[in-house]
């Protein structure tokens, strides 16, 4: 068990397979030493979107529901990352960015803490191998109305 699967392991977290794609893309691409993991959503671990991760932060999702759906978008990310490197989490050296996208309502700008739940799943997974470059938007709708989106690149071994 490399570092990684242990810190996993310890923060109870057992990955999901990686939702499968939606529309015309793939989960995941790498090329040269980057694995680009393309955006996640908050499915939970039976594969579903629960009641609590829909809709718009700043109206019908709470701050602590956000980030928690946020945390979900990152463990799915893990899952595709781990799926694209045949299993070996233990090729990644570093989560290098993030890239956020919260459906929220017009007025609402809590955009940088909600998406803390991913960035700090990161540092927790990786250590200061998790701190990352970041990007964090507010959109009009997401997919299946999830209340967030979350994209990733790690450099790879």
Do not use: W
């Not at 793939?26 to 039976?46: E, W």
């Not at 978008?73 to 781990?82: E, M």
């Not at 927790?124 to 109305?145: I, M």
């Amino acid at each position: 068990m490399n570092d990684i699967e242990a810190n996993l392991a310890l923060l109870g977290i057992t990955l999901p397979s990686g939702p499968a794609p939606v529309a015309n893309y793939v989960p995941s691409v790498i090329t040269g030493t980057l694995l680009v993991v393309s955006g996640q959503i908050c499915f939970g671990a039976d594969g579903r979107l629960a009641e609590a991760h829909k809709g718009k932060l700043g109206a019908d999702v709470s701050d602590a529901d956000g980030r928690e759906a946020a945390r979900l978008c990152a463990i799915n990310i893990l899952a595709q990352a781990k799926a694209a490197l045949d299993g070996d989490l233990g090729r990644i050296r570093r989560c290098v960015r993030l890239g956020g996208f919260i459906n929220a309502a017009p007025t609402y700008a809590g955009l940088a803490a909600i998406m803390n739940g991913a960035s700090d799943l990161m540092v927790e997974v990786f250590g200061e191998r998790g701190r990352h470059a970041r990007s964090t938007v507010g959109v009009a709708e997401l997919p299946a109305d999830a209340a967030v989106e979350v994209e990733a690149m790690f450099e790879i071994g």
